[in-house]
Each structure stands twice: as C-alpha cells, then as structure tokens.
C-alpha cells in the first residue's frame, strides 16, 4: 500500500486531497497543527488513516513526528493567509508566514528526503498559489513565500531526479475555501468575472490535479508547475 502525508489536512484543499487519496487506496497521513477534532472527523471517513499533529514550522517536531516514517509522496499543502500592506505586518506575523509557508515545506521534505533518495523513489508536490506567480497586492509576504516555493520545487527536482524522485507544485487560484472566506459578495463576483471560467475554484479541483502527478500517470512529470485556476492568470 502507497503512504502519503498530507500536512494541513484539516480542511480545504488539504481535507480534499486526503479524501482523494484515501478512495484511491492509499494510506494516508493526516497532519495539522490545531484542528485535531476536524482530523479526527475526517479520520473516520478514511480508514486507511493515521493522525500526525505537529507544527510544520518547528523543526524539531516535524524531525521527531516523521524520523521513522517511509512515505511515497509527500504533499506540502499547510498554509496560512495574510491580507495586509507590506509596511504594516508585524515581525510575528511576518515569522508565522514564512514559518508555515516556505520553512514548513523546507522542514517536512528535509526529514522525509533522505529515506526517499535510500529507496530510489518517491514524490514531493508543493502547494504554491496564483499569487506566487504573480505577485499580489497586500499579499506581499504570502507571494514571497509562494514564490519561492516554486523555486524550490524546480531546483529540487533537478536534484533528486537522478534518485527516481518527481518534485512538481501545483498553484490555486482563487478556491473556495475556508482562506478566502474574508471576501465580500461583490468580490467575489468581481473576481468571477475576471476568470474565463466564470466560477471560483473548490477544493476537488485542486485535489484532482495533485493526485494526478502523485499517479503514475505522472511518472514523466517533474519540476513542473500545474495552474489550477480557471484562467485567470
């Protein structure tokens, strides 16, 4: 049976990769750091399932929860969200943002690399966003990060190819879920209306396109950056 860890799978883009994952017969690794009672509900539902809480951002835990861990895919999908002008965020905001964002990738696929190079096999997907891409206003640090993380994701992949492992990363775009609950009506009719698709993205869509280069169908695939946005960018 194929492991995955799925980090910030309490809910959303997260919550529905695990779903996806799960139905497909994996066995699946469910991380966050505070919604433990949402993980446990989604547990239930997928019984090939194991609950790993742990703070992405701390390194120590991250080393200690995955040390004995053999994964086949890794999804670094924990994120959180920061709506502000650059000059007003705050030295914790600022450090909560990249903990998460950026050094929460870093620190999972560190810990888990080394087993995958010993196997000669493996895969790493980075949720990036549109914003990551194209910069966003008052989003600054939040696309810093999600730029990087598409850095990441082509460096590393020309690294670890020779080893049989696929690193790609898939970027949102405006998805309807818990992160952009702040919207207003108007705006998100706005935004409709700028997406040739003409609907926001859900979490489905996103699962769909990260477990297909988790898939063998993907086995080709690496360094890629998939957008999944309805064609707004």
Known sequence: MKTVLITGASRGIGEACARIFGEKGWKVYLNCRSNVDMLKDLQRDIPESVLL????????????????????????????????????????????????????ALNCTRALLPQMIRRKSGCIINLSSMWGETGGS?????????????????????????????VNCVCPGVIDTDMNAHLSIADVNALVEEIP??????????????????SEKASYITGAVLDVNGGIV
């Open 53 to 104: 809480p742990f703070d992405v951002s701390d390194k120590k835990a991250v080393q200690e929860n995955l040390k004995d861990l053999q994964i086949d895919c890794l999804v670094n999908n924990a994120g959180v969200a920061l709506f502000s002008p650059f000059d007003a965020v705050t030295s914790e905001q600022e450090s909560a943002l990249y903990g998460v964002n950026l050094f929460g």
């Open 138 to 166: 008052c989003e600054v640090d939040y696309s810093a990060a999600k730029g990087a993380l598409i850095a990441f994701t082509k460096a590393l992949a020309k690294e670890v190819g020779p080893s049989d492992i696929r």
């Open 197 to 214: 698709l003409e609907r926001l993205g859900n979490a489905e869509d996103v699962a769909e396109a990260v477990y297909f280069l988790a």
